[in-house]
Antibody, heavy 120, light 107 residues
Framework: QVQLVESGGGVVQPARSLRLSCAAS????????MHWVRQAPGKGPEWVGV????????YYRDSLKGRFTISRDNSKNTLYLQMNSLRGEDTAMYYC?????????????WGQGSLVTVSS | EIVMTQSPATLSVSPGERATLSCRAS??????LAWYQQKPGQAPRLLIH???ATATGIPARFSGSGSGTEFTLTISSLQSEDFATYFC?????????FGGGTKVEIK
């Protein structure tokens, strides 16, 4: 069955960096675009960005461009989110999610999430 | 950015009753609308995509309808496991955006 397992979260000081990983199994990873979605406590989800199936194309929400980078290693079936210059408002649960169809950006499977807390 | 507005914020329903949740988009999102269910401490789970296509393994009591800017998720007869928060998401425009959610609670 499809499994997505995030890791790498924790408490980090403002302006520091953190890298999240998402290990995928149960499907052909290199055939799917993959997304990161975050959710602050008590809020609705917020889309962070996407990487194409081959890793060549990335899109981000405008407010995160330049600070967050999404990449993937298809040989390791792993998705990454590099977060730099972290701020308090980046505190959230971060989910990796599989895109449901090639041209439809809904999410058919989600990981359990990795909590990132930005605090001094 | 497309703003997705869900109503009501909280819906109190008795088990066995019908629940109707609304989602409004600030612009026409055509048929690119999905619904998710989220329980406390869990990740969202896909219920519906393409406005009305039920995801694999989702019970038939969940149905979606609508077009353009107005969408509805209907749960025909609420079961105990359906008490949760529901989010809509549009994927017609970048950035992808979600609504703020409707919490369905036991009346």
């Amino acid at each position: 069955q499809v499994q997505l397992v995030e890791s790498g979260g924790g408490v980090v000081q403002p302006a520091r960096s953190l890298r999240l990983s998402c290990a995928a199994s149960g499907f052909t990873f290199n055939k799917y675009a993959m997304h990161w979605v975050r959710q602050a406590p008590g809020k609705g989800p917020e889309w962070v960005g996407v990487v194409s199936y081959d890793g060549n194309i990335q899109y981000y929400r405008d407010s995160l461009k330049g600070r967050f980078t999404i990449s993937r290693d298809n040989s390791k079936n792993t998705l990454y989110l590099q977060m730099n210059s972290l701020r308090g408002e980046d505190t959230a649960m971060y989910y990796c999610a599989r895109q449901g169809e090639t041209t439809s950006e809904y999410f058919d499977f989600w990981g359990q999430g990795s909590l990132v807390t930005v605090s001094s | 950015e497309i703003v997705m507005t869900q109503s009501p914020a909280t819906l109190s329903v008795s088990p066995g009753e019908r629940a109707t949740l609304s989602c409004r988009a600030s612009q026409n999102v055509s048929g690119d609308l999905a619904w998710y269910q989220q329980k406390p401490g869990q990740a969202p789970r896909l219920l519906i995509h393409g406005v009305s296509a039920t995801a694999t393994g989702i019970p038939a009591r969940f149905s979606g309808s609508g077009s353009g800017t107005e969408f509805t998720l209907t749960i025909s007869s609420l079961q105990s496991e359906d008490f949760a928060t529901y989010f809509c998401q549009q994927y017609y425009y970048w950035p992808l955006t979600f609504g703020g959610g409707t919490k369905v609670e036991i009346k």
